[in-house]
């Protein structure tokens, strides 16, 4: 990610103006604007556990400086100024061409230094920097990563940006966290989600599991005495969230939510069992006449599975045939 630099057209109408500040507008020659070094940010991966404990790092990287030899002349001479006179450093001029009845002004590379704003005879080139007027140096960035900081916060470093002779102010270096997807949470603000898979008769009967959290602490969550948990119950265990960036002694919430897991099929004596120490099932009191009613019954497959098979089954009943009519519907059982 890069942001821009300003100033450039104003430099422009400045040079074309006579550089006074005035311009077209005529005005009195105020202090020229600095010109700023473009931003450039850079995308940082971070885990959660990163946001949640905090973390000191270092990032390795080039930076582009004046040479500290000719302090970004060019040339190690006294007086001696590299910068190009025509067109004042700038590895541009302003052109003005007429097209018929009108004028146009054009930016176009400066000949006299090959648009690179700096000119210096080869006899009086820096040693050091080859009349280049910079040099890489490397400036790795240390970055403190604060507890509850948020995925794409911006942490900037004012003024870490390229030098460069034709710059009065460095530009800033702007880091941008990137949190990273983890496999158990989910993060909400100060919140933190988490799904847990639990079994029927835990649902129903109690449970105690253990959660590593991102400090590495072990949390042993158990159910209070008598609570029964719903498919897509949500519980919350207070103050175990992540923290709150600038606030060390605030916390969000845990929130967990809950998957019952229901067996495949029961036994009869399980049944019994459940009959007899849960409360009757109203559905079996219903009343019918049992010479129009027809016995059906859930088959046990998913009705994905299900539909797959009697696809299966309907080609086989065609190739059977020869290729002739679908097969026969499952129908419920007469009684």
């Known amino acids: 990610m890069q942001f821009m630099q300003g100033g450039d057209m104003d430099d422009m109408m400045a040079q074309f103006f006579g550089g006074g500040g005035g311009g077209m507008m005529g005005g009195g020659g105020g202090r020229p604007r600095r010109r700023k070094g473009r931003d450039v940010g850079h995308a940082l991966p971070v885990t959660l556990e990163s946001l949640y404990n905090g973390k000191s790092m270092e990032l390795e990287r080039e930076k582009t400086i004046l040479c500290p030899t000719c302090k970004g002349r060019g040339t190690n001479k006294p007086g001696l100024n590299s910068k190009c006179a025509a067109c004042r450093g700038q590895g541009a001029r302003i052109v003005v061409r007429q097209m ?9 590379p400066c000949d006299a230094c090959s ?37 794409q916060q911006q942490i900037p470093f004012r003024g870490e940006g390229d030098q460069h002779p034709d710059i009065d102010v460095p530009g800033d270096i702007v880091i941008v966290l990137q949190q990273v997807k983890h496999d158990k949470f989910v993060r909400d603000d100060s919140d933190l989600h988490m799904k847990q898979k639990i079994t029927l008769a835990e649902a129903l009967c109690g449970f105690q599991f253990v959660v590593t959290h991102l400090d590495g602490r072990q949390l042993v969550v158990r159910s209070t005495p008598g609570m029964i948990v719903k498919p897509g119950d949500k519980k919350c265990l207070p103050g175990e969230g992540m923290p709150v960036w600038k606030q060390p002694t605030k916390f969000g919430d845990l929130v967990i939510e809950f998957d019952v897991v229901f067996p495949e099929r029961m036994e009869s004596g399980q049944i019994e069992v459940l009959r007899k120490n849960l409360p009757p099932p109203k559905s079996l009191d219903v009343e019918y006449d049992a010479s129009e009613a027809h016995d059906c019954f859930l088959h046990r497959q998913a009705l994905d599975e299900l539909r797959k098979e009697m696809e299966k089954d309907e080609d086989d009943d065609d190739d059977a045939r020869g290729g002739g009519g679908g097969g026969q519907p499952m129908q419920c059982a007469h009684q």
Request: net charge positive; glycine share 10%; proline share 4%.
């Open 115 to 151: 648009g690179r704003g700096t000119k210096v005879e080869a006899k009086d080139k820096c040693n050091d920097c080859k009349g280049e007027c910079t040099k890489t140096s490397q400036s790795p960035l240390k970055i403190l990563i604060e507890k509850g900081m948020e995925h």
């Open 100 to 108: 018929g009845p009108m004028m146009q002004q054009m930016q176009v």
